[in-house]
T-cell receptor, first 111, second 112 residues
């Protein structure tokens, strides 16, 4: 079966660091994406991991462990504008165009 | 400048009606998608087209019919609308394979 789990909600303070976890069980694996979605807007691409390890992109980093079926998104130096939902999505191996999304984590950043 | 544009942005209609949502991308991508996002914000793929050919057809009622007149357009037609069809529908496009998808701004469909 297919299962992608993320915490439903998280809160953090401006300037802090927050880690959003994602665990997955899918019938195949060909990469994991993180998307950001502000309320009422479209999801926008943040990061892509296909090999184990950490990918860093400015204030955002994403980590993948394929053996553990686990990823996290790390947000540093949080800003108010980072308040949004963060969606973890897995690309299945045998159908590389199909993304399976988790339910998303709603992050609220407080001053 | 808009990469993926879909119309309308909001759609309110009565049960039983037939409606269409249009999507166009100017990114030169070969692959286009329709996703449905329900009230719990769960984003689920409905259809995928590659160069006008249907690639993915998830378990979606056959009241939903996608049409791709060319690789830059993917429209979604919905017959006999039901209350449960109320959701935000997102169109997206990508180069295919491991590349990221670019999403349109969404169409909020409300069936009353």
């Amino acid at each position: 079966g297919q299962n992608i789990d993320q915490p439903t909600e998280m809160t953090a303070t401006e300037g802090a660091i927050v880690q959003i976890n994602c665990t997955y069980q899918t019938s195949g694996f060909n990469g994991l994406f993180w998307y950001q979605q502000h309320a009422g807007e479209a999801p926008t691409f943040l990061s892509y991991n296909v090999l184990d390890g950490l990918e860093e992109k400015g204030r955002f980093s994403s980590f993948l462990s394929r053996s553990k079926g686990y990823s996290y998104l790390l947000l540093k130096e949080l800003q108010m504008k980072d308040s949004a939902s963060y969606l973890c999505a897995v690309r299945e191996k045998y159908n590389t165009d199909k993304l399976i999304f988790g339910t998303g984590t709603r992050l609220q950043v407080f001053p | 400048d808009t990469a993926v544009s879909q119309t309308p942005k909001y759609l309110v209609t009565q049960m039983g009606n037939d409606k269409s949502i249009k999507c166009e991308q100017n990114l030169g991508h070969d692959t286009m998608y329709w996703y449905k996002q329900d009230s719990k914000k769960f984003l689920k793929i409905m259809f995928s087209y590659n160069n006008k050919e249907l690639i993915i057809n998830e378990t979606v009622p056959n009241r939903f019919s996608p049409k791709s007149p060319d690789k830059a357009h993917l429209n979604l037609h919905i017959n006999s609308l039901e209350l449960g069809d109320s959701a935000v529908y997102f169109c997206a496009s990508s180069l295919g394979g491991p590349s990221e998808a670019f999403f349109g701004q969404g169409t909020r469909l409300t069936v009353v």
